[in-house]
């Protein structure tokens, strides 16, 4: 089996606290999974001692975060991202209410004009879960499950990044939100055609927001099913495009070039389970937009996953502290834990349109 480690470089340029032993640690680990007989055995052998389970789970942590920070999750494109300090819902508050200064006389005071709070908010939570290993597997010198452990426990972060994101935008039988796409946002059955993408950012640019202000149209996404991407790229990415005036047809300079973005995103093929998942688009303000629709959020602090060993094995009858690599007291199993904090909301429906497409 060929197996990929995090350079050591990168622990390097981490720093951790008792580097060089973790490097170290990090190196007789990849030896083990990669060498022969003698390497396999002190491998394991340093697993019975107290400090070098913590040594490579210092290691660990940095590869867990190094593929965290590398995986490039399917919000990205259609979401902005907030950070809140605390657990408490945050409201998002209007700072373009100050978008002018009023006139002030010789000798008069400076108006004040306060921030005009917006009923939208915002919330984390935490999410997580654990890995079984055993001390079975340890003298088995089966240890691809903490070899693979950063990966997986990466992927699933971002995973639930997504989880959390698309599920503000799908209503959770299927289908767009009905929280996010209601009133005269309501999720309409247009098939995705570039009349009809047209017309939906004519109505939008229409739209007033909560300031008074017209609705930002100026960048935004159409959100497909990866069954629809090709046909929306034709679309959006087309050099020309057939316009109809009664009898005459005319071909135009492509009008969305520039201002729609095309994302099909795998985790709405997985998240939408509606019967018109494959025929529904969804159009939102790009991510930056002063009225955006979605956002993910993050806690001050917390901002990345966290990679954790049990430590229920007891303590030696002859005194001193037995290492986690031996087991739990109780079952001899081997208890690693992730743990994210993360959440999503939908927010402003100004400009946003979606569409089952039947």
Not at 97 to 112: L, R, T
């Amino acid at each position: 089996m060929t197996y990929s480690f995090l350079d050591l470089e990168k622990i390097a340029e981490a720093k951790p606290a008792n580097l060089d032993h973790v490097v170290e640690a990090v190196r007789t680990f990849q030896q083990g999974m990669t060498g022969g007989f003698a390497a396999r055995a002190r491998l394991q052998e340093a697993f019975t001692t107290s400090d070098f389970p913590k040594l490579l789970g210092r290691g660990l942590e940095v590869e867990l975060l190094d593929r965290f920070q590398q995986i490039d999750p399917d919000w990205k494109g259609i979401a902005d991202e907030i950070t809140v300090s605390d657990f408490k819902p945050k409201k998002l508050v209007d700072l373009f209410g100050i978008d002018d200064f009023e006139d002030v006389a010789q000798g008069e005071e400076y108006k004040s004009k306060p921030l005009a709070e917006t009923e939208y908010e915002v919330q984390v939570g935490k999410t997580g879960l654990t890995v079984l290993h055993s001390w079975e597997l340890n003298l088995n010198q089966d240890w691809d499950a903490i070899h693979h452990l950063p990966e997986r426990l990466a992927n699933a972060a971002r995973r639930t990044e997504d989880k959390k994101v698309f599920g503000a935008l799908l209503d959770p039988k299927g289908g767009p939100s009905r929280s996010l796409f209601t009133g005269a946002s309501a999720a309409t059955k247009a098939p995705l055609t570039a009349e009809n993408l047209q017309a939906a950012l004519e109505s939008l640019a229409t739209r007033e927001a909560y300031d008074g202000e017209l609705a930002d149209v100026s960048k935004m996404v159409l959100v497909v099913h990866p069954a629809l991407q090709f046909q929306a790229n034709r679309i959006v990415n087309a050099q020309n495009i057939e316009v109809t005036d009664g009898k005459t047809k005319t071909l135009e300079l492509n009008p969305f070039r520039g201002m729609v973005t095309v994302v099909a995103p795998r985790a709405l093929a997985k998240y939408d389970k509606g019967k018109n998942a494959a025929t529904t688009w969804f159009l939102l303000p790009a991510p930056g937009s002063t009225n955006p629709a979605l956002a993910k959020a993050k806690l001050q602090g917390h901002e990345n996953p966290d990679i954790r060993v049990k430590n229920d094995q007891g303590t030696a009858v002859g005194g001193g502290l037995v290492n986690p690599e031996e087991g739990s007291f109780e079952d001899d199993t081997i208890w690693f834990r992730g743990r994210h904090v993360t959440g999503a909301a939908a927010l402003m429906p100004y400009a946003v349109y979606a569409s089952t497409g039947v």
